[in-house]
């Protein structure tokens, strides 16, 4: 495709968010309240846990999980996710992991080490925007939604029923993910590898997707994987995947990483500076939702 030809999809997609935002109805509610048990998150570590308050512990997420380079506006937008996520799984008497199974989570001594002499610089950004957002939360339908995020699409998000069996985020256009270095990736495996992990076989090939291009279906043989079964086995970065081969090499092309469901990270900050606001950019990836503070 032309670069000229990519400059008009993109004016086009910039023309389209303008529309969809502006048809946006605001519904923010600040005397609006969601019970909660506690402001206290437990994190589980092996065998052991600790508790913390839940804006101290949002600085370690929003550490691990966004580059401070995103800006401050698409980390308001990890803020709130990540509360959101938080104080639902807690409110459930459910503890959270400090790995991805959860939300990643870093302490003051992992931030020196990721950070070296910016560690003040960025801890202090990062600190801004969660104190900036202090309490916020997301709901839908007076409910805490599951605030699903992930750093970059294939170009489109997924719909939560079809990736985790949970109704409560569409699929959107994020095309403009195809600028991230996440974007594009490939991987090369031997077969003797790859029936390590798959058994013995002869053929391997995708034989459906969805309508946003994640694989649906593969077929091992005779033996059907899931897309998402599949990605999982073999660690790929996206369900958006190609394959390739080469003799007994295998190469598989991703498109986005992470599940693909709810905010892309890399569209948020995208959107932060073509000059949205928080609200906006979680409006458009989680739909029709309300702000409300705890």
């Known amino acids: 495709m032309s670069k000229f030809i990519s ?10 968010l303008f529309l969809y935002f502006n048809s946006l109805i605001e519904h923010e509610d600040s005397n609006k309240k969601i019970e909660t048990t506690e402001k206290i998150v437990v994190l589980k570590n092996e065998d ?12 370690g997420v929003v550490a691990c ?36 199974d959860d939300q990643c989570y870093i302490d003051d001594e992992e931030m020196k080490n990721k950070w070296k002499d910016k560690y003040s610089e960025y801890r202090q950004i990062v600190v801004d925007a969660v104190n900036d957002t202090k309490g916020i939360v997301i709901t839908k339908d007076d409910q805490l939604l599951t605030t699903f995020y992930f ?30 270095s996440n974007y594009k990736r490939e991987v090369v495996f031997k077969k003797e590898y790859l029936e390590s992990i798959l058994g013995s076989f002869k053929k391997i090939e995708v034989v459906k997707r969805n309508n946003t291009n994640h694989v649906e279906l593969v077929k091992v043989d005779n033996k059907e994987y899931t897309g998402i079964e599949f990605r999982k086995k ?6 958006d995947f190609e394959i390739t081969i080469n003799n007994d090499e ?7 990483y992470g599940h693909g469901v709810g905010m892309s990270q890399y569209g948020a900050s995208y959107l932060a500076k073509q000059g949205y606001s928080y609200e906006e950019i979680l409006k458009y990836y989680y739909g029709n939702i309300e702000f409300i503070k705890i």
């Open 7 to 16: 400059l008009i999809l993109i004016a086009i997609s910039a023309i389209t």
């Open 48 to 59: 052991t846990t600790e508790k913390m308050e839940l804006e101290e512990y949002l600085v």
């Open 65 to 100: 999980e966004m580059p401070v380079l995103y800006g401050s506006v698409a980390l308001k937008s990890q803020a709130i996710a990540s509360r959101t996520y938080a104080v639902k799984k807690t409110n459930n008497n459910i503890s959270l992991a400090k790995t991805t």
């Open 151 to 180: 750093s970059t699409s294939n170009g489109y998000t997924e719909d939560s029923m079809d990736v985790f069996n949970y109704n409560g985020v569409e699929s959107v256009e994020s095309s403009w993910d195809k600028n991230s």
């Open 234 to 239: 073999l660690n790929l970065r996206s369900t």
């Open 250 to 256: 295998y190469t598989f092309t991703t498109y986005g």
